[in-house]
Structures are given as C-alpha cells and as structure tokens.
C-alpha cells in the first residue's frame, strides 16, 4: 500500500492517469485509512473525476473528521456544474475554524462558483478577505492575487485587473527567490514583523519596484498545493490526514444526502470497498511499484 502512495505522489503531475491507478490500487489494499481515501479523491480531481472525487473525499472527512480538503469538494461540484450546491457545501463549515492556507483556497473556489452563476460583484467579494494584502506575500499569495485580477477584468476593469496580475507574478519570482535564498538584483531586508493570520512569515511586497523579504522560520514555498484561479479543474492538493481508520468522527448529515444523491444518479463507487472492488487490469502491483 505504501510503495503505490509513494509511486502516486511522484506521478501526479508528470502522469495523473498513472498516479490514478496507484491510488485506486492503495485503495484496494487499505481502503478504510484516510490518507489513501483522500490520495483516491486527489488523483480523480487530476484526471477529470469530480463524481469520484467527491465520494472519495466525504469518506476521507468521515475517518479523519477534517476540513482540509473543502475547497477540492467545492470545486469538484463546480466541475459537475453545481455551482450552487458548491457555495452550499462552502458555506456549511466555518471558516474560522480552517488553517489559513485551507481558506485561501476556499475563497477562490467560491469565487468561482460565483462566476459560474454570472455573479462577478459576488465572486469578488468572496476575494476581499484579510490575506488579500498587496505589500505581503505569502505561499498563497500569487494565486489569490491572479484570482482577484481575474475578476477585476471580467467586471470591465481591466487597469486594475492587470496590477494585480503583474502582482501575483511578482510574489511569486519573490517567493521562488526566497526559496532559493535570494535573488541576484533584489534587495533583500530582514523585517522583525509578527503576522496575525499566519504562522507563515510573508515576503513583503512594499514597493512595486523592490522586493523585500522576511526572515522565514518555516519553508514559504507551498507545502500544501496552489489554488485555483477560477476554473475548476486547476485546483490542485497534496494529502494532508493521517492513517487513522473508520473509528473517526460520525457521518456528517450533508454526506448523507450527498450519498443518497449520488446513488440516485446510478453512481458507484468502485473503491467504496476495498474488497469488493473489480481489481481489472493493475499496472501497480506491490511487486512492481
């Protein structure tokens, strides 16, 4: 089971259908372990699954009991066309209780869905939140300042679309630089700077002609996947439960009627059960993973 989690965490981006497979493979061996359940939801997003992804990941909040992979649910229904079923299920949790990273991407997915209804002035709203702060940049940054670019140009301001754009482009050469300890060029200066919303120390954005930076006790790269910008099928995730199994948190009420919506749907989840499941033809075998 782990040799396949290992083998679908290195194929994700280079080959998703193959990632796929392990996964399904993992789910097959250690089905009732949500690490696998939430690598199974993962990989279907990658390859265009959402029904799957769905199913796969209201199992994984059933064992683990969390959250984290609310914005992955939000867009999987937005990929369905579901929009309002996404901002349903994005406004069923508070945010307050979410990491910061986890509400980031929650606000880019419900600004999406926001799109998909013809709701511009709404889908930038659901941007305007604390961490949208210009003079700082955080792992999150770049892709919550191209969102807010993108609406500003599809609400016919596309000036300020494009300061946003251009910003997200420089947070992200910033954090890149700070990644690999500096840039040639940049001045880099060392700011004593507690930040209220984050245990993540920003690169600060103070003059659009210079990047600064600050002293960072924790990687700013994004350990955790970058957002989506809007569409759904760009949202991209990494596993973040544990191995904990089926003595979790009960079944929430709205899974329930998710459940018994997709079984109305004539959907199934072939890997539901890990020894039900039709084993078909496995490219991930232990013995050659």
Known sequence: MAKHLVMAGRLIDEDPEEAHKHALSAGRRAGRISVVRE?????????????????ELRTYRRISGRDDQLPLMVDSERGLGRPERALEL???????????????????????????LGQPQAALG????????????????????AAYGTVLEDLGRPDEGEKWLELADRAEDALA????????????????EDVEFSDERPVVLDDPAELTTEESDEPTSDESGE?????????SAEPQGGTDDLD?????PDDQTDEQHDEEQGQH??????ETAPQGTDHADDDRA
């Open 227 to 235: 957002p989506a910008l809007g569409e759904p099928g760009e949202v």
């Open 90 to 116: 994005g406004r069923s949790v508070d945010v307050s209780t979410l990491d910061v990273q986890v509400r980031v991407s929650l606000a880019i997915a419900m600004s999406g869905a926001r799109l998909d």
């Open 177 to 192: 630089a700070l990644e690999h300890g500096g840039a040639d060029g940049e001045t880099v200066e060392i700011v004593e």
């Open 126 to 145: 659901e941007l305007e939140i604390p961490q949208l702060d210009r003079t700082k940049a955080f792992s999150y940054s770049p892709a919550l300042f």
């Open 248 to 252: 979790g948190p009960e079944q929430r």
């Open 269 to 274: 989840d072939e890997t539901a059960d890990p």
């Open 39 to 55: 690598t199974i939801a993962i990989t279907a997003y990658q390859v265009g699954d959402y029904a799957l992804t769905l199913r």
